[in-house]
């Protein structure tokens, strides 16, 4: 700017002098520069008055700024702004935009809802959610279950029931199976002559004869097999005993099994100990009434109940 | 006392307040025309109707809540984003191939902070006058009038800023509703916020940093130079003709006449200044090319405008090349198409524009997706049978419902279960998901391995995908 003149003003000092003639210049940051530091402090002032910003002790500033909320309670609060309560909120509002869905889930019978392109893609997306957060422990991610532990909910085989209402009622209150030991009342043969009968009701190959004594064994007073899994080995769903004649296994491990002996193996260590691990919690205390009907719709879906 | 210190280097100098002076000529009616036509553009297109069946009834609109843009006919989803890429692609192919035939004009004539700079000037001449008008009032003490013409003149740019920022908001809902609830405080703050900073923005760009954004803010600016070539048209100043063997002269009494100025070894240019005083971005186009000029030639149309009325040709100032102005005699400047460089670029442009028509032609009024359910990757059931899942996602893009017929090829009949969703109904701009299973006996598992899908609008029979899908059974899964 002085180029033109050829005047450049005196440089500013800091007004010190030291040995004499030693002088400091004085280079103040540009206006811009420092207009946006105060701005900034204010910015900060404000911060503090509206947020949780200063410890004091053992506790600390609160701020003026407010968040209201419902918490599961159905109790709404309001409390100081901080991000659990922002969740909260945040939570609030997510539920209340899903409402709609869920009360029209809540008000369509089953066989409609999975009828209704838009509904069931609300089922899917939201069912796929509650069961991860649920079911998923147990039944896996997908539904695919784990053989000795859980029950696979993809495939077609149902130990309570595939219908709508069997599986609402699964989920509502849950389920115990129960199958006796056999150990002390069967001698090794004899618990080995039935894996050989339940192994051929799978068509798989074993000992024919040793399999014929184990179809007597099984509907004789001796074992009584067939009080729970019936006179055909079909299972009683009301009872949740299994179909012993289709190719799922859940207790014993029949398709993990490489040969014949551990496939026996697998089924005669079911029939010595029996079980007492079947166990699926009721959820009707933790999930909803429209959430059990969602996972019901969603698990139904899974498997292609019936 | 003496200090013994020095005169301080200045690392800093103050930018000098460019007080333009207007001009006519023809590139000045050039700029004027790009001007008008982009502000009826931009200020215009959000009220432009256009029929739509269950959309707003906006030519244009960017439907955020809807994730879809409307662009006239063609309504643009996220999954379409590609096709914004290749028109940013075009765009800057475009402004390469520009450059490297005519320089920076893009910068000089369609850039928006020109337009804009160049309207708050107008508006900053209309009140406060013409340049020396200007600078008269710049160096006046504050009194009623100043304060009445200097006021004045930015409660116009406030204005014009605030409507830039509404028109800019405006294009992202329906105009009429969206403006009458920015008014009445029912906007969403993303609208008040948009307005504001694009307001603010506008306003400082074009009435305080101006020039300042060409030479040191915009990335065009510093990387323009690498498609300079001595062929490229630049806004030149033809040195030998305007300086002579002694330098350029003003003019007076004999040294008016050109014939006498050649005898006397003077050039044409008779240092009237006109050329410095127009441009924007404050240069002297006599010091040669230079980064800070956006080649709007406002300094050719000054320089005609004396070389008319001194009698002598045109053409001191012109768009011309490096190579040209070093000839022994310099040809009549022409924009020289015939290079490699232009030739690449022409070509990337007419590759990209063509595959994007392309894909715009052939896209379908419905987007689907199918994923394979891999938890788990296959069932086996009761009967031995084999089942894979699949997740059909179908999104309805047309303005209006349709119905989708969903089948399969290259599968037995009975095989496919879409659960009584055959034929499924999309509500406009929604998206649903069909679950579909397919069903096969152990030994048919290995042969339907791959099979399609195949989704057929009903609505519209041209409208029809296939998606190609895998079967997964014990043995390929692994």
């Known amino acids: 700017m002085n180029q033109k003149t050829g005047q450049k003003p005196a440089p500013q000092t800091t007004g010190h002098a030291w040995d004499g003639d030693l002088q400091e210049y004085n280079n103040p940051v540009p206006t811009w520069w ?23 002790g053992g506790s600390y500033t609160k701020g003026f700024d407010t968040i209201t909320y419902v918490n599961d309670k159905g109790v709404t609060k309001t409390t100081h702004w901080n991000t659990r309560a922002l969740l909260m909120k945040e939570t609030n509002e997510a539920v209340t935009a899903q409402k709609p869905y869920y009360t029209k889930v809540a008000d369509t019978p089953f066989e409609k809802i999975t009828k209704d392109p838009e509904l069931d893609s609300f089922v899917v997306s939201a069912g796929k959610q509650l069961f991860s957060d649920n079911c998923a422990a147990c039944h896996q991610q997908g539904g695919a279950g784990k053989v000795g532990f859980a029950p696979n909910l993809t495939d077609d085989d149902w130990l309570y029931g595939g219908e709508f209402a069997k599986i609402q009622q699964t989920i509502t209150h849950g389920r115990h199976g129960y199958m006796p030991p056999f150990a002390e009342v069967l001698d090794d043969k004899q618990v080995s002559q039935l894996a050989d009968y339940v192994l051929s009701l799978s068509k798989i190959a074993v000992d024919p004869v040793s399999a014929q ?7 004789s007073e001796t074992a009584a097999c067939y009080y729970c899994h019936g006179d055909n080995a079909h299972g009683r769903q009301e009872i949740g005993s299994a179909n012993l ?20 193996a697998a089924v005669k260590n079911v029939i010595r100990k029996g079980l007492n691990k079947g166990v699926m919690p009721a959820w009707q205390d933790r999930l909803s009434a429209d959430q059990i009907k969602l996972l019901t719709v969603y698990v139904h879906e899974l498997g292609g109940g019936k | 006392m003496t200090t013994g210190t020095e005169q301080p280097i200045e690392f800093y100098e103050k930018r000098m307040p460019i007080v333009t002076r207007s001009v006519k000529g023809k590139f000045r009616n050039f700029k004027t025309a790009v001007l008008v036509l982009a502000y009826t553009v931009y200020f215009g297109l959000p009220w432009l109707p256009w029929h739509r069946h269950d959309a707003a009834s906006q030519a244009v609109m960017f439907d955020m809540d809807g994730r879809r843009f409307f662009i006239f006919d063609l309504v643009v989803y996220p999954q379409n984003v590609f ?31 020109t337009l804009w700079t ?18 008269r009032l710049q160096k006046q003490d504050w009194n009623a009038e100043k304060i009445f013409k200097v006021g004045g003149t930015h409660l116009i740019w406030l204005l014009i800023a605030f409507w830039t920022g509404i028109t800019f908001v405006l294009y992202f809902g329906y105009a009429p509703d969206l403006l009458k609830r920015f008014f009445t405080g029912d906007a969403a703050s993303a609208a008040y916020i948009g307005v504001l900073g694009l307001g603010l923005s506008t306003y400082a760009a074009a009435a305080f940093m101006r ?16 498609m300079y070539e001595p062929e490229t048209l630049a806004v030149a100043y033809d040195v030998r003709r305007g300086e002579g063997e002694k330098g350029r002269i003003s003019p007076r009494g004999e040294l008016k006449s050109r014939e006498t100025r050649i005898e006397q070894g003077h050039g044409d240019c008779i240092d009237c200044g006109f050329c410095v005083q127009v441009c924007p971005a404050g240069i002297d186009i006599r010091d040669g090319l230079q980064y800070k000029c956006i080649s709007c030639g406002l300094c050719i149309d000054a320089c005609n405008n004396i070389m008319d009325s001194m009698g002598y040709p045109k053409g001191l100032i012109r768009y011309d090349s490096e190579a040209n102005l070093a000839l022994e005699t310099p040809k009549p400047p022409a924009i020289s198409w015939k290079r490699w460089k232009a030739a690449g670029y022409l070509i990337a442009i007419l590759v990209m524009t063509f595959g994007l028509l392309y894909s715009i032609s052939q896209r379908t009024e419905f987007e689907e997706s199918v994923q394979q359910i891999r938890q788990p990757l296959f069932v086996i059931l009761s009967s031995g049978e084999i089942r894979n899942r699949y997740q059909i996602r179908l ?20 095989a496919l279960d879409l659960g009584g969703m055959e034929n499924v109904t999309v509500h406009s701009g929604k998206s649903v998901i069909v679950q579909a299973s397919v069903k096969l006996e152990p030994e048919l598992a290995e042969k339907y391995e791959h099979f399609t899908f195949v989704i057929q609008s009903l609505t519209n029979p041209a409208d029809r995908s296939e998606e190609s899908a895998n079967f997964y059974n014990e043995h390929n899964h692994t």
């Open chain 1, 245 to 264: 004649t289709d190719r799922i296994w859940l207790w014993a491990n029949v398709p993990g099994a490489d040969t014949i002996a551990d496939k026996e």
């Open chain 1, 34 to 56: 420092l207009v946006s530091f105060y701005i900034s402090v204010a910015a900060a002032v404000i911060y503090w008055f509206l947020y949780p910003a200063w410890p004091i």
């Open chain 2, 83 to 113: 096709w914004l890429a290749i028109l940013l692609f075009i765009a800057a192919a475009i402004l390469f191939f520009a450059t490297t035939l005519i320089g920076r004009a893009f910068c000089g004539y369609f850039c928006f902070q």
């Open chain 2, 395 to 414: 999104t309805n893009k047309t303005d209006r419902d349709a119905v989708y017929s969903i089948s399969a090829k290259n599968l037995p009949p009975q």
């Open chain 1, 213 to 219: 004594a184990g179809n007597a064994l099984f509907h």
């Open chain 2, 211 to 226: 020039e300042q954004i060409c030479a040191y803010i915009c990335p065009y600016g510093r990387f323009q130079s690498v």
């Open chain 2, 118 to 135: 160049d309207l708050f000037i107008w508006v900053e001449q209309f009140i406060q006058g013409e340049r020396p008008a200007r600078l």
